[in-house]
């Protein structure tokens, strides 16, 4: 197993993880070995979703012995949520369109909501190196996440999230 998915199935188990998201992940084979190695011993479910004409894509992967289904039950206790991967396009008109797309799923989710996955964009320019204006870019995303609802958490560990 390499140095990436060795530091990825560490910090699974050092934090005791049920539900993870990898975005930009990059698989070959099957799915399912990948969500072994990654998980170890728990009892890990997963589901891939490749990006169009990329080798990329987003990997969720869950604690089947704690949440069931793609739509995200707890079998501990009477809640049901829903979550959306999102693997945003480059270009700013398919984007505006995608953030429409999303305001429209978010009336067939009747419950929590999470959406996370790579958007292309970033809210703010302290997120960016060497930013210092919001663009249109980033004021359609803080529009279309204010609209939805939606909380967009803090990053951990650093100021991007590619630290």
């Known amino acids: 197993m390499d140095t990436k998915r060795s530091l990825v199935r560490s910090r699974i188990q050092q934090d005791v993880v049920d539900i993870i998201v990898l975005v930009e992940a990059k698989l070959r084979g099957e799915v399912g070995e990948y969500v072994q190695q990654l998980g ?8 891939w979703m490749e990006s169009l004409g990329s080798k990329r894509g987003i990997l969720i992967m869950w604690d089947k012995m704690n949440w069931k289904g793609e739509h995200f ?3 501990n206790q009477d809640l049901i949520w829903f979550i959306t991967a999102v693997y945003a396009p480059c270009d700013g008109k398919e984007r505006k369109e995608l953030w429409e797309e999303l305001g429209a799923m978010r009336s067939f989710c009747e419950g929590p909501w999470v959406v996370c996955g790579d958007f292309n964009t970033t809210r703010f320019p302290s997120e960016k190196t060497n930013c210092s204006r ?14 939805l609802e939606l909380v967009d958490p803090p990053l951990f560990g650093g100021p991007y999230t590619w630290r």
């Open 40 to 47: 170890g011993n728990r009892w890990m479910g997963g589901m």
């Open 134 to 147: 919001i663009s249109e870019a980033m004021s359609d995303f803080s529009s279309c996440i204010n609209e």
């Open 73 to 75: 039950s707890d079998l």
